[in-house]
């Protein structure tokens, strides 16, 4: 197959994770009449238990990785913290990567992630890019607290994040962090967590779902309300950035763009995600 011919049912695709998330997937694209194959380190995964065919090894195994990915017609994911090496393994030996794995490199990143939404011009919080305790003393004196330092890789329901007020010592948050890098945030005084969830294909046709939003509890998403209790203007707002976002991307695939309504009405992007979202598990009723 090539890029610009479609995917038809009765192909494989191939998914890399097996967690909750690729098994909705692997329903909705059963249902569809695609193969499913998945590739993920645990054995009989919530996604394998729906495929019709899963890989247990390591994101480490060159070998195992590279057969995988011989057997698919097309590799995508179903989380983003995939290791970088392992993305290329597998495009060498399947080039059709939906995102493809550049896109994955930023959302896996915080500070890459951020740096890439600054420089299109997109509506991020105040930022800083902290590696030492120098850095931290510095980020906080040019972005102010309370802010959020934010571990830049591996951090996901609030896991890796330190608040940062008036009184907090810094010497003493640094030295009992192992992150080799971070990023300090200014807090935003928000109304509410909105995402949203685009699906873009090869020649830029776009789907936008519903704006949803969000309600956590202990940093961990608990319940989405679809569409969202926003004023419609809103609604087009965070719709447009979040196609703007995937359009910048070059995106082929599924992204979700979440973001916090600040109570002077403006948005401003939280987080990316280049796959299934949780906050759109509604959609496969």
């Not at 090894?57 to 392992?86: C, G, K, M, W």
């Not at 990023?183 to 020649?203: C, H, K, N, T, Y």
């Amino acid at each position: 197959m090539t890029p610009d011919k479609p995917l038809l049912p009765g192909a494989t695709i191939g998914v890399m994770g097996g967690g909750q998330l690729g098994r909705m997937f692997a329903i909705a694209a059963r249902r569809m009449g695609y193969r499913v194959h998945t590739f993920s380190p645990e054995k009989n995964g919530p996604a394998a238990q729906l495929s019709d065919c899963a890989t247990a090894a390591s994101y480490d195994d060159e070998e195992a990785v590279t057969q995988f990915a011989r057997s698919i017609d097309v590799l995508t994911f179903e989380f983003e913290n995939i290791p970088a090496a392992t993305i290329a393994w597998a495009a060498r030996a399947q080039p059709l990567v939906r995102p493809r794995g550049a896109i994955l490199l930023i959302a896996q990143n915080r500070w890459r992630e951020k740096e890439f939404l600054f420089g299109a011009g997109f509506p991020v919080a105040p930022f800083r890019r902290v590696a030492s305790a120098p850095d931290l003393t510095s980020a906080v004196e040019a972005i102010g607290r309370p802010a959020i330092l934010k571990g830049a890789a591996f951090g996901y329901d609030g896991k890796g994040q330190q608040r940062i007020d008036p009184g907090t010592d810094l010497a003493a948050v640094w030295s009992g962090r192992k992150d080799e890098e971070c990023v300090l945030e200014q807090v935003i005084d928000f109304e509410m967590e909105i995402s949203v969830i685009v699906a873009r294909g090869p020649a830029g046709a776009t789907a936008v779902f519903p704006v949803c939003e969000n309600i956590h509890r202990h940093h961990i998403l608990d319940l989405t309300i679809a569409p969202a209790r926003i004023d419609e203007q809103v609604a087009k707002a965070a719709r447009e950035i979040a196609g703007g976002v995937a359009v910048s991307l070059d995106l082929v695939g599924l992204l979700a763009v979440e973001m916090f309504l600040k109570r002077n009405g403006e948005l401003v992007i939280n987080e990316l995600a280049p796959r299934p979202h949780n906050s759109g598990h509604w959609t496969i009723e």
